[in-house]
DNA sequence: AACTAATTAAAACATCTGTTTAAAATAACG
DNA sequence: CGTTATTTTAAACAGATGTTTTAATTAGTT
């Protein structure tokens, strides 16, 4: 495997598992055995690493999601809620199988871009990928019409918000439900718990503000 | 003020901005004008004033939290899920007085918290202040008895993530919104959005699992 | 094989991190 | 006032951080 790739795959289970201000860059590169200088010979700066991994995963991602998302909005019936969210189980589940050792990271990593870094994350994604948000609430449009704009932004933002936070914390979470209810549980497991809610959520009747 | 409390204060906005890694001791004390050396002095670590700083909003909160829980429970009606999740909001908007600089930090900690410094925060919280938990199960046990311990257990910690994720990216969120639509809003704009969400959310009917 | 370009390696860089030390200043109390 | 105790100060500590430099190695091309 190349340096860069193993720089990459380190990076990215190191950056999901202790944030990207809680791992250094020593730490990853020992971690991919090797060089620290590589890093910055391959990137330039640890910035643009993160970027990076993040693009490893959007570039795969984005087209498909895309594409689910139009499938939907050309459909002859109208689409449920339930359908909209449920375009991204697929895409999101097939990163998991793409990756070597599991479970894909990528929820995980949107989770610390959030918060991490002051969101530079969040403008990155959103000027390089912005397709993917306006396909998402054209689709939601078509579900749900009367949801005015402003109303909807809102609601697609705590979507996003428990989604990431949900997958961030997956993995503690499962460990706790599996030792509370002792029932065998992964991570799709939770996305289907996960979708009911965000779509009850998003159809929530509307109410009025003064 | 006591040398203490602008230590707490300077840290408390510092934190709720940049992350406990991001920010540093340093950062702290010169916002607060205080010498470095003070907090070890007054706090022992940095860890243990990440502590105090939680700890101060936790004293106030959780009393109340658990008044108004407890008040929901004994009730002769019984209450909705939009009745147990509006008895957060007094107590959360009240810490906004209690503060004297506008609106308080705790959400944004404790969205900090989850992701920052591997869930130590969660530790912390969940055992020193387990009754708000317990309560808040008790009440939406009372309002949706229909729902399993299992799926209230990932409803409620889906709700977690919406509410500390969207009050953590608030600020930001808010920008946005007010670019967009024009329209005035503020924190308390934003939880009376979010009050029916997560409540539809938690009431979405149950779905079967294999 | 010989020369050039790309990559890796070790070391040092300057800066920042949390924490500690020891002296100075302030407060409290008999 | 004089003597403790408490608090503040400046300085230094040891270690970690991202980045850069310079030399060694490897790969690619003619």
């Given at each position: 495997?190349?340096t860069k790739?193993?720089i ?21 590169t020992?971690?991919?055995?090797v060089n620290l200088a590589a890093v910055n010979y391959h990137f330039g700066s640890?910035?643009e690493l ?161």
């Open positions: 495997m190349s790739n193993k990459l795959d380190a990076a990215d289970v190191l950056f999901a598992d202790k944030g990207f201000n809680g791992t250094s860059l020593r730490e990853i020992s971690q991919a055995n640890k910035k993160i970027k990076a991994v993040m693009s490893r995963y959007m570039d795969e991602l984005s087209p498909q999601l895309e594409a689910a998302l139009a499938l939907i909005c050309q459909a002859e019936e109208k689409p449920s809620l339930h359908d909209v969210f449920s375009a991204f189980i697929e895409p999101l589940l097939y990163l998991n199988e793409f990756k070597v050792n599991g479970t894909s990271t990528f929820l995980q990593l949107l989770g610390r871009g959030y918060t991490d870094s002051q969101g530079f994350l969040r403008w990155f994604l959103t000027t390089q990928y912005p397709n993917v948000f306006t396909h998402f609430t054209q689709a939601v449009k078509i579900a749900y019409p009367e949801l005015s704009t402003e109303e909807m932004f809102w609601r697609l933002h705590f979507t996003m918000g428990t989604i990431v936070f949900t997958m961030s914390s997956s993995e503690a979470l499962i460990d706790i439900a599996q030792n509370d209810f002792d029932n065998k549980l992964d991570i799709a497991g939770v996305i289907e718990r996960v979708i009911p809610y965000v779509a009850a959520g998003v159809a929530a009747p509307i109410t009025k503000h003064n």
